[in-house]
């Protein structure tokens, strides 16, 4: 449970402090005291408001097709009892939901789903997932054009001698949402062997497989979760401490080069990896169950 609920009341002329049922409120209030409801986090809270919280979670539910658009969903009552919170963070979590314009009031029906959100997992598993650049909703934004850096250490703790790689920062777009923030590192040779603005139009992993004079040997992924910090928050437009999925991956070719170093960021509510792997994948690559620490 993320939180407990306690609920004060000060009762004239006597100072008491207990817990309330929900039924005995209003007699309470009738009687002239003041009942305040007060909902406090573990100290594992984040800081942020707990019906925001409670919304991203029913939020979620939406997208992902628990609470179908059609459907009603369950009552306050329902809620508060299902995540232990007050009614009042309840109603504020649906009227934000609500002001989004997922959720409408129905009289005689409840609280019915209208729509999804812009971002769902289900909408981003071929723009993540496929190699090829998909069309229509999808864009790309540099932020910092292709300049000379050195691949941080954290991301590829094994240097390669002799390589020079160009550094290029953009963000992904489905239907004008950025989803993902990226900072890719390519050898500058074969860089400079993609046509003229190709990285504008056309996904850099699979720029890199057609222009690569060394065919890819192999790709190693590493999936890691961490809060947003300001930049991914402020790149994304997505709250700030909210969980993000971290890809770092490289691409190997023949020769054992590092010729792609990519590192991702992608919304916690988005992101969707889907990987499919023949039968004999785990007997034939041990070494990728738990590969050794140069790439």
Known sequence: ??????????????????????????????????????????????????????????????????????????????????????????RRAIGNLIDE???????????????????????????????????GDFQIKIISPAHPAIIPFEILAAHPDNEEYLLLKKVHIHKGNAFVLMHIYIVRSIFERFPFEAEKERKLAQLVYEYSPSKIKNIRQII???????????????????????VIRHFVDARGRVVYCGVFWYRGDGFIMDMKLPGNWLAENQQAVAPDNKY
């Open 101 to 135: 314009g997922l959720l409408k009031s129905a009289r005689g029906r409840g609280t019915v789903v209208i729509d999804v959100p812009n971002l769902t997992k289900n909408q981003l598993h071929s723009t993540i997932n496929e190699i090829s650049s998909p069309t």
């Open 1 to 90: 449970m993320l939180a407990r609920h306690v609920t004060l009341w000060i009762e004239r002329p006597c100072h008491i402090a207990g817990p309330i049922r929900s039924r005995n409120r209003e007699h309470l209030a009738g009687k002239g005291a003041i009942v305040v409801a007060l909902d406090y986090m573990t100290k594992r809270d984040s800081g942020i408001p707990l019906y925001v919280r409670l919304a991203d979670v029913l939020r979620h539910k939406i997208a992902e097709g628990v609470w179908p658009v059609g459907s009603c969903v369950p009552t306050l009552e329902e809620l508060s009892s299902q995540h232990g919170l007050a009614r009042t963070t309840v």
């Open 224 to 246: 890691t979760v961490e809060p947003a910090d300001t930049v991914i928050s402020s790149t994304l437009n997505y709250g700030f401490s909210a969980p993000v999925a971290k």
